[in-house]
């Protein structure tokens, strides 16, 4: 092999020599081998056709959702309780139990509906999932900026994407595509009163909060279960965009957040949030007026308080975007012993198609790549080979033995957990429907009176705009949708369009619909 550091410095150059990636020595990186000066290149090119086949193959296909994104690097610190409750009675994982304990994070923030190289100043909800390394091996916190979904069952998924992405003809995000599936959608209703308030586009990733949507559950010691909610609180505030600010961050920089984010860590201002989790019992809710896992729903915190359990700081940025950022995969399947999943309709979807789409668009050994490695254990599997596998994960002290069980050697199972039954017996017939409990409205309107006076102009301003551009069939709908929520938005919006109640009064609950008592007597009074 040819020793290139040996090789010497040329006219005093003392940088070290490129070579190509068989760590040949490459001489001449300006001209292909010709026959000639000017003449035809031949096919034992090996140099040039080399490096030019791996740039053909360089990028990777990009996440289809969530593909502009920035990773950050930083540590999990444990307050060991719940509020002023030891936490060890509600879940025992472990980087929860004592105050001080710090676990490796990476976080990445995201934009949803743009490709990877779009504005991050979009309308959109801004992703926002972690990666903690634990000793357990890893969990995966995998969450967005706003509370809730515009869908509560998986099955929809690709339908609200293809809705809120770009034509497949003219290639446009198109305000009459969006808002003909979410007229027809009524548990949108709470997102999209979300969404198209200022709080549609944070003014960057440090300054917006983070919430894991979903249901999940917390096991303790005894094996005894309790439904929770994660929220993030950003301890720089919690800051916004109009259209126009926004129009005028979008004319100078399609970068802004992901710049701001490194910036700020590069100076040393290492951003923080604080986690907060709200709890419920695992059981079933009669006297609540939502379904607990319904992610269109948020927990009213007087009656499920938001308790701190930790922080994250972020101090470090990536060292490669493309290592560290754009190959990292995060899933809702990747839990710790002490955190479960709930029978949250979307959640369940969710952890299927994140380890499905990265065995497509990272490769099937995703898992072996140092960024999506177990850090803080080590891994040890009977899965082996696969398209690029280079550690094989193995152990034991005869590496003949890739199988399960053997009395030659090889991995054992761990000891079972004393407690492996969690959680309610559930019986029921194997069917298909809506949970019986939508009220789609009631949590929108109360968020709308919720909101100061500039947040709902900007709100109702938003919607117009939107809708003007839609059909009339749309925006008719749209606007009863409103009235339903709540009296003033709908008179708002719809005075924005031309349309009073009058116009809206004959149509009739959607087939998908089931209206309550509450809804029915609202739909009486329309307008
Ligand atoms: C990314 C599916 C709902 C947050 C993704 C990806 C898929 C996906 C396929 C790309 C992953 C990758 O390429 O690595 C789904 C499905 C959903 C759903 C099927 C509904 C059934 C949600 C919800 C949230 C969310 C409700 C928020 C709580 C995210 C985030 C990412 C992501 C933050 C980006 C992760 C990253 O930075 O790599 N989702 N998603 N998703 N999803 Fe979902």
């Known amino acids: 092999m040819t020793d290139v550091s040996s090789m010497g410095p040329q006219d005093g150059d003392d940088r070290e020599v490129l070579t190509n990636r068989q760590g040949h020595p490459v001489y001449d990186n300006q001209n292909q081998r010709t026959v000639g000066a000017r003449g035809p290149a031949t096919l034992e090119n090996y140099q040039f056709l080399e490096k030019i086949s791996h740039f053909d193959r360089e990028r990777i296909p990009e996440r289809v959702v969530h593909a502009r994104g920035v990773t950050a690097f930083g540590f999990f610190e444990a307050y060991g309780k719940w509020g002023d409750e030891p936490i060890g009675g509600l879940t025992r994982a472990k980087l929860f139990q004592e105050a001080g304990k710090r676990t490796p994070v990476a976080l990445r923030f995201s934009t949803v509906i743009g490709g990877r190289d779009s504005a991050e100043t979009a309308r959109d909800p801004r992703g926002f999932a972690i990666k903690f390394y634990t000793e357990d091996g890893n969990w995966d916190l995998v969450g967005n900026n706003l ?3 515009f869908i509560r069952d998986a099955i929809k998924f690709p339908d609200v994407i293809h809705a809120l992405k770009p034509d497949p003809i003219t290639f446009r995000q198109d305000p009459n595509r969006i808002f003909d599936f979410m007229s027809q959608t009524p548990e949108s209703m709470h997102m999209i009163v979300n969404l198209f308030s200022p709080r549609g586009i944070p003014s960057d990733y440090r300054h917006q909060q983070g919430f894991g949507v979903n249901t999940y559950k917390w096991v303790n010691g005894t094996g005894e279960t309790r439904l929770v909610k994660y929220h993030w ?23 802004h957040a992901t710049k701001d984010l490194h910036d700020a860590i590069d100076r040393g201002d290492y951003p923080e ?7 419920m019992s695992d059981e079933e809710h009669p006297e609540l007026d939502f379904d607990p896992l319904d992610d269109t729903k948020v927990w009213p915190e007087n009656d499920f308080p938001a308790k701190p359990v930790g922080r994250i700081v972020l101090d470090r940025n990536v060292e490669n975007n493309f290592l560290e950022n754009e190959q990292i995969s995060f899933g809702t399947g990747v839990l710790v012993d002490g955190l479960d999943f709930s029978d ?4 369940v979807g969710r952890t299927f198609s994140y380890s499905d789409t990265q065995r497509y668009r990272v490769g099937p050994n995703y898992l072996q790549l140092p960024v999506n490695q177990a850090k803080s254990t080590s891994v040890r599997t009977n899965q082996r080979d696969g398209l690029m596998a280079y550690d094989q994960g193995g152990g034991g002290e005869n590496p003949h033995v890739n199988y399960e069980p053997s009395i030659h050697g090889g ?13 309610p017996e559930i019986r029921g017939r194997v069917t298909r429907k809506r949970i019986p409990l939508t009220s789609d409205y009631k949590q929108a309107g109360q ?41 003033d938005l709908g ?15 004959h149509l009739k609950p959607l087939q998908s619909q089931t209206l309550d008592e509450e809804e029915k007597e609202r739909l009486a009074n329309l307008g």
């Open 411 to 423: 991995l054992r199972e761990a000891q079972y957990p004393t407690h492996d039954e969690q959680g």
């Open 273 to 279: 949030w604080e986690l907060l989790v709200q709890m």
């Open 147 to 149: 509370a809730v979904f």
């Open 491 to 505: 008179h708002r919006v719809g005075k924005g369009l031309g349309i009073g109640p009058e116009d809206v009064s």
């Open 233 to 255: 609180m950003p301890k720089q505030g919690v800051r916004s965009m109009t259209e126009e600010d926004a129009a005028a961050v979008q004319a100078n920089d399609l970068g």
């Open 344 to 347: 949250d309709k979307m959640l």
């Open 447 to 487: 968020r709308y009176l919720l909101m100061e006076d500039w947040e709902r102009d900007d709100l109702v301003h938003n919607f117009v705009t939107q809708l003007s551009q839609c059909d009339r069939d749309v925006q008719e709908r749209m606007v009863w949708h409103f009235l339903m929520v709540e009296d």
